[in-house]
């Protein structure tokens, strides 16, 4: 077979632009490269602001990873001013940060992700008596009926008859490499609904501490969210009853749907666990710190370092490890191509070299993204549940341990499919799982502290910035639903003189670097890495979404040309 170059642009189903071209030789990919097609700009207006307002800003990076940038850029402010949070605050951070990490895998699996692995015209020829009979099998869900499953199915026959799929329409359906009986395929069509509606209700808790959503209000030193059990414009038993109430609510929906359907689904997709693992390299800042905000040691997720696919030693994390190339990047350094910096000496000065036509290949060109290339002493490394799941089974936390093992019992396969397009599909529900059982500890937690009488949210004792040194700097962790995030600031004279930010699609799109070496998008996609249809590659897009890719995290002004590509090309 001769080799065969595509390009997939946009990819869809994610948060923002991206290009893939890959080439392949019979049958499989043989080379790939990643490409954010949009430019980073928050970074460069940040300088000169109050560092008391740099979470309201950087929480703008994104409308969907709100929560997590602006929870690392105060932690990245207390950090410089040597701000420690009242346990409260912890807590709450801690609920508001789960939550929205619980919601945030249900929607990839379901509605971003699930239909790389369900052929949704399928489901139209399955008998809905069996599929109940399977969904029964699996989980006590109350709408695992016949009667339940043939509502769903004569809804999407609906569509079809029309002759349009509504939501569902434009999928390779029909595609070889589509495994699933037409009876799974329509449990995972009908959960895949009755997410849309589980979502919106369960992420309302941000609403209650948080103001509002998609955007909560934060506070460097604490949170914005005075508790007094007896007034009705604070937390109050109300507000936190009903709390309490979304969180079972959430529990449930996923134990008893996702961590089933995924379970399911995967047994008749276990060859996935030998495809797309990538850099072999993980890293995790780890997450989710007790109610001692100062103990990095005892993260309900740890953090640290795998190298080549050893589960056997976890390597210590160190930021100033940490630094960002731009060889392949569609930006200049002071000190060249060449250079390789660390956050608080990051640049971000844009200097656009793309190709002079959209149909232009990004290979041909020694610049090709607006993704710097982040490293880990010198290393490529992956970050997201996966990388998580991974350091906790090989540092033994307990929970990560027993799930991890339960999973790999339950699809009859051996760790080393972890390492895998399937792995990350699998470290994400495993991740929720804990994550819904964790958030019951956190709140029974903020209730007890309350009731015995401690509701501060809040330390006002560095707030004064004639309290501040004459210059600071602070880093701000968070291992957010993607992946390892980073905030680094500078202050000089009470306002930010320099900021940025190396986000998990920065670590995971990044380009080759000076040496060569792809980035985890690439490496996924150049590892055993099949490629049945050039002109509907189903395969790229199950591998490039099990990373759950948010380019606007990572790049999010459009480019000033404006250059729009919308189709997939083959030849």
């Not at 990047?329 to 956050?343: C, F, Q």
Request: glycine share 8%; hydrophobic share 40%; with cysteine.
């Amino acid at each position: 077979m001769a080799k065969t170059k595509v390009v997939v642009d946009p990819i869809t189903r994610i948060e923002g632009h991206l290009r893939i071209e890959a080439q392949s030789e019979n049958g499989m990919i043989s080379t790939a490269w990643a490409s954010s097609t949009q430019f980073r700009g928050i970074e460069t207006i940040m300088t000169g602001r109050d560092p008391r307002d740099a979470w309201a800003f950087t929480q703008r990076i994104c409308g969907v990873c709100t929560v997590v940038h602006a929870v690392a850029s105060c932690r990245a402010v207390e950090d410089a001013l040597g701000i420690t949070i009242p346990p409260n605050a912890q807590l709450i951070r801690n609920l508001v940060h789960g939550m929205q990490t619980i919601q945030d895998h249900v929607i990839h699996f379901y509605h971003l992700h699930a239909l790389d692995w369900v052929d949704v015209v399928s489901a139209l020829s399955a008998d809905p008596a069996k599929t109940a009979a399977i969904a029964k099998s699996i989980s006590p869900w109350p709408n695992n009926s016949t009667t339940y499953f043939t509502e769903v199915q004569n809804r999407v026959k609906t569509f079809a008859a029309g002759g349009q799929l509504g939501i569902f329409t434009n999928g390779y359906w029909g595609h070889p490499a589509y495994q699933l009986p037409p009876e799974v395929n329509l449990l995972a069509v009908a959960h895949y609904l009755e997410a849309l509606d589980w979502q919106k209700d369960v992420i309302r808790l941000h609403t209650i501490f948080g103001g509002k959503n998609p955007h909560p209000n934060f506070l460097v030193g604490g949170m914005a969210s005075a508790i007094n059990l007896n007034d009705t414009a604070t937390i109050n038993a109300a507000r936190l009853a009903d709390v309490q109430a979304m969180i079972t609510r959430a529990k449930r929906f996923v134990d008893e749907v996702y961590w089933p359907d995924v379970q399911a689904i995967a047994g008749f997709y276990k060859n996935w666990g030998a495809i797309g693992g990538g850099t072999g390299n993980y890293l995790t800042v780890g997450e989710y710190a007790p109610v001692d905000s100062n103990d990095l040691d005892s993260l309900y997720f740890p953090r640290g370092i795998v190298l080549n696919r050893d589960l056997s030693k976890v390597y210590p994390y160190d930021h100033t490890l940490v630094t960002e190339g731009i060889t392949s990047s569609w930006y200049e350094y002071a000190g060249g191509d060449a250079a390789s910096l660390h956050p608080w000496e990051g640049e971000t000065v844009p200097k656009y070299t793309g190709p002079p036509t959209p149909w232009t290949y990004l290979q041909d060109e020694k610049k090709y993204t607006w993704m710097k290339s982040p490293r880990y002493d010198g290393r490529a490394m992956e970050v997201g549940p996966l990388s998580r799941m991974l350091v906790g089974y090989a540092a033994g936390q307990p929970d990560i341990k027993e799930i991890v093992t339960e999973l790999l019992t339950r699809l009859d396969v051996p760790p080393a499919a972890l390492f895998s397009t399937l792995g990350r599909v699998g470290a994400r529900c495993m991740e929720t799982v804990l994550l819904a059982n964790q958030m019951q500890v956190w709140y029974g937690q903020l209730v007890g502290r309350i009731k015995n009488g401690d509701t501060r949210t809040f330390n006002g004792e560095r707030w004064d910035p004639d309290t501040w040194p004459k210059t600071a700097q602070g880093y701000g962790y968070l291992d957010a639903a993607r992946g390892a995030l980073g905030h680094w600031v500078q202050i000089e004279n009470g306002v930010i003189s320099r900021y940025q930010c190396v986000v998990p699609s920065t670590w995971n799109c990044s380009p080759r670097d000076e040496e060569g070496v792809p980035g985890p998008y690439e490496a996924a996609l150049m590892d055993h890495h099949p490629l049945l249809r050039p002109e509907q590659p189903l395969e790229i897009l199950r591998t490039i979404h099990s990373f759950d890719p948010c380019m606007s995290c990572g790049v999010h002004v459009l480019d000033a040309q404006g250059r729009q590509v919308v189709e997939v090309k083959a030849q």
